[in-house]
């Protein structure tokens, strides 16, 4: 530890691969910090990623815009040590690290929350079940697969209300924040929450499949100009084929720190009226250019494309690891 570092009790370490952002990173995130006032977050590089358990499909850069642009995250570290070390919590003021109740494994099968917890220092939450990083890359090698598409959007709001209200939250991960929406099949608005009233300044709308730091960059930019950002999730399918289904793509939007409301299942030619007054200016997400440009139009599954055998590859060892880890988690419960 460097000489005059304090411990925090109320700073918290969280870290991953965070790849493919998605909303059980996001959850994970939530529940982390419920305990305390502040969050760490260390993102792996893609080499140490690429020894312990495969080829990333995002690199470091883009996988630390997306931390970053988490609205629970306090501070971004690059480069933190696959297995957790009680020297880099140590460094940044961090008593506890949380992780998910599943077991994660380096490449040489060596848990890598062994040391923090044997010393008392790991607090384990509920991990997010039916998403993660591993079940999007087998959807984007099967890109026609629409089991996960989801048709009754009243239905999975009412299923999922608790994890909605949960991402509507505010930095503080408790203050009710953003407003929740979602488009019934006859067209109507329907509120999910309310954090009160909003004049909002413009309204996005798209898909924002697989989000990542092309749509990330969109929203700072509508949030640094207009002030409150409104954004509009199509429906699963419309106007193309999405990886993630509606709920996933929305819970992926809210968690995002430049948004302030979001509709479900908003139809592709939408003009919101909010209390009474329309929103505008009216914007599509893909109408923007930014750094980021190649991720958009089918950049990510271009990816997973053009190295097919690599990721099936990865697949195979992930599953084999997946078998390990899982009897590494029975024995330590029994």
Known sequence: MTQGTTIHESRI???GCFDFFHHGHANAIFQARQHGSELYIGVHSDEEITANKGPTVMNLVEREVAVDANKWTT?????APYVTQPEWMDEYGCKYVVHGDDITTDA?????????RDQGRLILVKRTEGVSTTDLINRLLMPEW????????HQKCEENLQLLKNFATAEDGKTAYDDIWYISGDGKLNEVTRAGEKKYG???????DLFNPFHIT???ELKQKYGTVLVGVYPDGAPEH??????????????????DGIILGAPLSYEPVIDGKKI????????????FDYLKDGGIEKRIQQHHDLYIERQRKKGAKAELEQMMKEAQTA
């Open 218 to 220: 969109v929203l700072k």
């Open 280 to 291: 505008e200016p009216v914007l599509d997400v893909k109408s923007f250019e930014n750094k």
């Open 13 to 15: 370490w969280i870290d």
């Open 202 to 208: 413009c309204y996005v709308h798209g898909t924002f």
């Open 146 to 153: 629409k089991e996960h598409y989801v048709k009754d959007i």
């Open 75 to 79: 501070k971004t570290i690059i480069n």
């Open 242 to 259: 999405t990886t993630m289904d509606i709920l996933q793509r929305s819970l992926c939007v809210l968690q995002c720190k430049y948004v």
């Open 108 to 116: 040489n099968g060596n848990d890598c929350y062994g040391i923090v």
